[in-house]
């Protein structure tokens, strides 16, 4: 938790900031909370290092007479205590607000134009399945104000990052009978995989006619983001064209026929790669590359080797490059070690890290490799399952959390029940874990846990509880040990003999949250 | 020839009044806000209360509620330097007559609040707090429980109730509106949630 710091001048006020990441920039964002000896006075969440200095100066404001300077480094001290490096003089100019900094770089850039990258793709050697991206930004002209060229450069960035999306687009062909041609377009969701890291797509057409279905064609567009582990289509032994097109991969799969009633089911296992935007300044031209780095596995952690390369024959003034890491991972160090200004690991809450340096004067030809070593950011899978009647009324929440043990290998698995109305029979949660992995304890250590492998080699452990009393919680937590990942699945429920009939409802998501694990 | 600080303080508004019209209530308020700070760096207290009270009026005139109510904190937070505590009184019991409201109000209400001890009664309607399954479950709370800040609610969910995290639903008795506010008492760490949420029929 961040302090709070009293107000220069005062002994009852204080202000606290609570910046959501390390990296000092004007687009930092974060809380700042105004108190006094009785408590929060008030709090307001700014989008940027302007609304955090300009309400520290209004809070300032509303108890002393306020001096610019001084809030500016009451400001920078503030910053330096987090230890987050920052400048005295653009504090004090987002104070001030001299100048529309925003209009002053939308008035700098004249254009944006898509450039050919087939000549980068071939010195990167990049893979037939990835691209690289590229635009031409022309500007007025780079401005000499180092604050307001970095200003440019960040903008360019943000705004020419490779952009991740929740959905994929998917664009369906075939004929009937009469010959008519029928074109269907869908959204596919991106949805989690079996493991942490594993990203899965599927793609499906049903023959909803009386006829079979023939010439069919699939098109399902997969971003650059992604790299393919392995793509099928169940029961049909067929290859896809792939084609690289501007902002993704097209997968074309060509089915001769579906019979009525039938369906195609075509599935992606995918996982996130780095994605890398460079920002190279040449004579007054600054071109934008999106490139895509692989994470691949090394030992118990994952390394990614990345590769710069000038592709031009004249030398990049100034290169910068950021490298977005996927949010399910954390950096363990980086060769050549991230120094400020040079390079920084910067660390937003609730967002991910990326990894950002910047270099001058890089020659023709000349290389620039940069080694992550990675790991898992902690994580937690929680799957959790909404128990109704036939009528739709709630009987019970059951729930099945997975949690990484610290400096051990192995994980930790807790089931929670709650009955949301009396239940008198037995209530059985049945999961599954790798068959290599093995209950090390459990806690409480008489509950009944059986377990038995299945046909898909998979062991079954089913937790055999007697319901609780009504609005009461049950838990069980189990410590595996496994030097394998654990099985993102979710689990079944029995309760007596009644058992699952149907999925209503399904939604799944990965994102950062601020969570309490004392089970 | 040295103006007289009254004849500033007329020089200023005119001024002020020609940018209001000619450009924009926006650029009157930079210009009165960068008058009122050269004035205030100097002491000249009464000077900047005077401007902005000009600025209240016309806004008030012009409809510019944000504004009316920007320029009523002014006045308070004003008139608490000068330790006019009366004057203060008068202009928070305008702007609560008036239902102004806005982010700089609410600050300046809320000192007001702690240094003439008055308060705004909250009655707390309803705490919910995050079950283990992540889910916002109402928990019992005293209906009668009234509180005059809202720092004091935290206080009582601080010190009377288990660790967790809550968002309470409050009524506040002077304004006749409800407020929610999220408070943790509980150490949060971030994790990457990996989260399948299913409902299921069961037969």
Redesign the interface.
């Known amino acids: 938790m961040v302090e709070k710091k009293t107000i220069w001048g005062s002994t009852r006020y204080f202000i606290r900031i609570e910046p959501n990441t390390n990296l000092f920039s004007t687009s930092m964002d974060g809380l700042v909370s ?1 108190y ?1 000896t ?5 709090h ?1 969440e700014c989008n940027n290092l302007h609304e955090i200095v300009r309400t520290v100066q ?2 300032w ?7 610019e300077t001084r809030v500016a480094r009451w400001v920078e001290e503030y910053f330096t205590e987090l230890g987050i490096q920052n400048d005295y003089n653009i504090i004090l100019r987002l104070i001030k607000s001299e100048e529309l900094i925003e209009q002053r770089i939308e008035d700098l850039i004249l254009e944006t134009t898509v450039i050919n990258t087939a000549h980068f793709e071939e010195v990167f050697e990049t893979d037939e399945k990835s691209k690289i991206i590229g635009v031409e930004v022309s500007t007025t002209h780079i401005p000499d104000d180092t604050y307001i060229q970095s200003e440019l450069i960040q903008k360019l960035i943000e705004d020419n990052k490779y952009q991740v999306p929740n959905e994929v687009k998917s664009g369906k062909q075939f004929k009937l009978t009469n010959g008519e041609t029928k074109n269907i377009d869908t959204n596919n969701s991106i949805d ?1 995989g079996d493991s ?1 890291g594993d990203i899965t797509i599927s793609s499906r057409l049903k023959n909803e006619y009386n006829e079979a279905i023939t010439d069919i064609k699939i098109v399902d567009e997969i971003p650059y983001c992604f790299s393919i582990d392995d793509m099928t289509i169940e029961g049909i032994d067929i290859k896809p064209v792939i084609k690289k097109k501007e902002k993704i991969l097209e997968i074309e799969w060509k089915i001769p026929e579906i019979t009525p009633g039938s369906k195609a089911k075509i599935k992606y296992k995918m996982k996130q790669k780095i994605n890398r935007t460079i920002l190279e300044i040449i004579e007054n031209k600054i071109n934008v590359f999106n490139t895509f780095e692989e994470i691949v596995p090394s030992g118990l952690e994952f390394v990614a080797n990345t590769k710069y390369i000038n592709a031009h024959k004249k030398i990049v003034e100034e290169l910068h490059i950021m490298d977005e890491l996927p ?2 991972f954390d950096v363990l160090k980086s060769n050549p070690e991230a120094i400020p200004p040079r390079g920084i690991i910067e660390k937003a ?2 967002k991910g890290v990326n990894i950002r340096w910047q270099q001058k004067n890089i020659n023709p030809g000349q290389i620039l490799e940069k080694t992550y070593s990675l790991d ?15 009528e739709g009324n709630i ?1 019970l ?1 059951a ?1 099945k959390f997975i949690q990484p043990i610290d400096n051990e290998i192995g994980y930790r698995l807790v089931y ?1 029940l ?1 009955c949301i109305r009396d239940v008198e029979e037995i209530i059985s949660i049945e999961d599954a874990i790798p068959i290599s992995h093995v209950i090390t304890t459990k806690d409480p250590p008489d509950d009944q846990v059986m377990e038995q492998t299945n046909d898909e080699g998979k062991r079954i452990i089913t937790w055999i509880a007697n319901p609780p009393a009504k609005e009461q ?1 049950k ?1 069980l937590m189990i410590q595996i040990s496994g030097d394998t990942q654990p099985l ?1 699945e ?1 689990f079944k ?3 007596g003999d ?22 | 020839m040295l103006l007289s600080s009254g004849a500033i303080v007329q020089d200023i508004i005119k001024e002020a009044k020609n940018i209001i019209i000619n450009q924009s209530v926006d650029e009157g308020l930079k210009y009165i806000e960068s008058k009122t700070l050269d004035l205030e760096k100097k002491e000249n207290y009464l000077e900047s209360i005077i401007l902005w009270q000009f600025f209240a009026e016309f806004m008030e005139k012009l409809d510019e509620e944000d504004l009316h109510s920007y320029a009523f904190s002014k006045l308070i937070t004003r008139y608490l330097f000068i330790e006019n505590l009366e004057k203060a009184k008068e202009f928070y019991d305008k702007a609560l007559k008036q239902e102004l409201d806005s982010f700089h109000l609410n600050t300046a209400k809320t000192i007001f609040e702690r240094r003439s001890k008055s308060s705004t009664k909250r009655e707390i309607i309803q705490i919910r707090k995050r079950d283990i399954f992540g889910d916002f479950v109402t928990i019992l709370a005293s209906p009668n429980l009234q509180f005059d800040t809202v720092s004091e609610i935290r206080k009582y969910i601080e010190n009377q109730l288990p660790e967790g995290t809550f968002k309470v639903e409050m009524f506040n008795l002077k304004t006749n509106t409800s407020e929610d506010s999220e408070i943790s008492t509980e150490k949060l760490d971030e994790y990457e949630v990996i989260s399948i949420t299913e409902e299921v029929r069961i037969e």
Do not use: C, Q
Request: proline residues 6%.
């Open positions: 105004f006094d009785g408590g929060l006075i008030n307001r209004e809070f404001s509303t108890i002393l007479p306020p001096h989690i942490i949010p399910e809450r609730l898992y950011f902690p994580y937690l899978f929680r799957g959790k399952k909404i128990v109704k009647d036939a009987i929440k729930a929670i709650k919680e838990l993102f979710t429920i029995y309760i009644k058992k699952e009939t149907e999925i209503i409802k399904k939604e799944s998501s990965i994102a950062r949250e601020m969570t309490n694990l004392s089970w």
